[in-house]
């Protein structure tokens, strides 16, 4: 099993669909939870953290389901501006290498006019 | 500028020569960290500084890579002998030591002919 595992897509959605990605992690010593985009040719920038509890910034709600070993992300009433790669992160461990992350391979979302 | 600096942004050698790529966090971050995309795939880890720590090198593929840090400033990463395999986008990113909240620049392109 990879150390995260998500769909590629792509995820091609008309203006103002729900859409949701998922995302497995094997590491179940793993602590902390993000979810980073990407804009084609652009470097990553971070969207959000994943809290236990779940969480929401605006139009995006973060899960994390550490039972089953996985997060989602859920945006809500999509723009074209959200059309990018999402790209999900795990740090390796709860330890002294905490700060070590892995980044699954990200998955592709279009939002189409 | 307030965000992570990355230099030169493109880079074309051929096959054999050296490089070096260099990074120059944000004022403050004491953690940086330089990742490795290819085309199409995911962010490979390469190495990580935090402080005057030793380094971990763990994610460095060969020994024709190394990387420098001058205290919580510049680094520089150096490829000898490059090799077609090693064109990709060299990411830095810098952190004031949060696991996971990583800010990156927007990486060299390096194209090995």
């Known amino acids: 099993r990879k150390e995260v595992e998500q769909d590629p897509g792509p995820f091609n959605v008309p203006e103002g669909a729900t859409v949701a990605f998922n995302c497995t992690y094997s590491n179940s010593a793993s602590q902390s939870f993000f979810w980073y985009r990407q804009d084609c040719r652009k470097e990553p920038k971070l969207l959000m953290s994943v809290y236990s509890s779940g969480n929401e910034d605006g139009r995006f709600t973060a899960q994390l389901n550490r039972a089953s070993q996985y997060i989602s992300l859920l945006i809500r009433d999509s723009k074209l501006s959200d059309s990018a790669t999402y790209l999900c992160?795990?740090?390796?461990?709860?330890?002294?290498?905490?700060?070590?992350?892995?980044f699954g391979k990200g998955t592709k979302l279009s939002v189409i006019p | 500028g307030a965000g992570v600096s990355q230099s030169p942004s493109n880079k074309v050698t051929e096959k054999g020569k050296d490089v070096e790529l260099r990074c120059d966090p944000i004022s403050g971050h004491t953690a940086l960290y330089w990742y490795r995309q290819r085309l199409g795939q995911g962010l490979e880890f390469l190495i990580y500084f935090q402080g005057n720590s030793a380094p971990d090198k763990s994610g460095l593929p060969s020994d024709r890579f190394s990387a420098e840090r001058t205290g919580e400033s510049v680094s520089t990463l150096t490829i000898q002998r490059t090799q077609q395999e090693d064109s990709a986008v060299y990411l830095c990113a810098s952190s004031y030591g949060r696991p996971g909240e990583l800010f990156f620049g927007e990486g060299s392109r390096l194209t090995v002919l």
């Open positions: 992160v795990v740090n390796k461990d709860s330890g002294a290498g905490s700060y070590q992350l892995t």
